[in-house]
């Protein structure tokens, strides 16, 4: 699906893992905005990866910004992983989504269901009791990964 020369937005990217790879897979002649409402994400990014003539990483809310004026050229793909189940109206967010995209470009989302998830063996039992804690507290860790300092409380390794 990406070609040497695409223009991709990256929704969600973090800290620019996946984002990273697909700059490479779109070569110089390609453009990859990696978009993240976390600052904090994005400076891991910029640090560890750089911004270099096909990569960048940009600041932004993608329920907030009107997506048709935020960017000057259309892109050929906006994707996203693992990001439409931490946004509180996903519907919307594709909606965006899709005004950033070229006529005939694609929307690329790969996302999960907390609640649909099945194990096939089952995994061992200390990780049922973390998954289980996690279901039940997913709304206040939803607030904890929005506000950058409520995350370094929780976990102060990432300062």
Do not use: H
């Not at 779109?26 to 993240?36: E, I, Q």
């Not at 506000?147 to 990432?158: K, Q």
């Amino acid at each position: 699906m990406l070609r040497p020369g695409m223009r991709v937005l990256d929704v969600g990217c973090g800290t620019g893992a996946i984002t990273a790879g697909i700059a490479r897979a779109v070569g110089p002649g390609g453009f990859v905005v990696g978009l993240d409402r976390d600052e904090g994400n994005l400076a891991v990014a910029r640090q560890e990866l750089g911004v270099t003539g096909n990569l960048t990483f940009k600041v932004g809310d993608l329920l907030a910004q009107d997506f048709e004026t935020c960017f000057e050229t259309p892109f050929d793909l906006a994707t996203a992983a693992r990001t439409l189940l931490w946004i509180s109206q996903p519907d919307r967010a594709l909606e965006q989504m899709k005004k950033v995209v070229r006529p005939g470009g694609r929307v690329v989302v790969l996302d999960y269901s907390l609640e649909d998830v099945q194990w096939e063996p089952e995994p061992p039992s200390t990780f049922q009791t973390f998954y289980r804690t996690f279901r039940t507290r997913e709304p206040e860790i939803g607030e904890i990964m929005r506000s950058r300092s409520a995350f370094r409380r929780y976990l102060p390794w990432r300062d």
